[in-house]
């Protein structure tokens, strides 16, 4: 299912004020994402009043877990599998953000400490484009485990196999999912 969602592989369209069951279904485990004037901790559309700041305005959120495990590492992923449009997402999976060697204890306080493979780039949806959904993910990093980018990977966003990032470090699946959609601001 989580596989289908990334991917896009099951469309269902969410109105402007609601979500579908399947992108509703897509968060758990307790992961938070938190913006200045915004808590998100389950999935969700961005109010229109709040559209400009995510994307203009607000720097990278501050993510909590509180169910981190003190002495594991984890990593953190952003994506947009809507680029650039959900009915054509020919540059999906957009790489937004990305970052290893997350500590347990400083994440369960809600502090983030990593190192950034890519930087946080705010969701920016093109114009007429639609809902975009915005998924972060977060994984357990086996110890030992140098997570990186490929010189491909490293030289575009767009068009990331995602997949092939989680199978080459054995990350398995998320320990928790977080998502919102939006949809350009002047839309």
């Not at 990593?75 to 599998?81: A, Y």
């Not at 650039?84 to 994440?107: E, M, N």
């Not at 990350?171 to 977080?178: N, Q, R, S, Y």
């Amino acid at each position: 299912m989580l596989l289908a969602c990334i991917l896009g592989l099951f469309h269902m369209e969410a109105t402007a004020d609601t979500l579908s069951t399947l992108d509703s279904s897509f968060c758990h485990g307790g992961l938070e994402v938190i913006y200045p004037e915004m808590d998100i901790d389950e999935c969700l559309i961005i109010p229109k009043n709040l559209r400009e700041k995510i994307s203009k305005i607000w720097i990278a959120p501050q993510i909590y877990f509180s169910r981190a495990d003190k002495k594991k590492m984890y990593v953190l992923v952003m994506v947009d599998p809507d680029a650039p449009s959900r009915t054509k997402p020919t540059s999906a999976s957009w790489r937004h953000w990305l970052v290893k060697d997350i500590q347990g204890d400083a994440l369960k306080k809600g502090q983030m400490q990593g190192t950034t493979l890519t930087d946080y780039r705010p969701p920016t949806p093109p114009q007429k484009s639609g809902l975009h959904r915005y998924q972060f993910m977060l994984f357990e990093q086996l110890p030992d485990v140098s997570v990186s980018l490929t010189e491909q990977e490293q030289s575009s966003r767009g068009k990331w196999d995602i997949q092939a990032f989680i199978k080459r470090f054995d990350l398995g699946d998320p320990v928790a999912t977080l998502q919102f959609l939006t949809q350009n601001y002047k839309d």
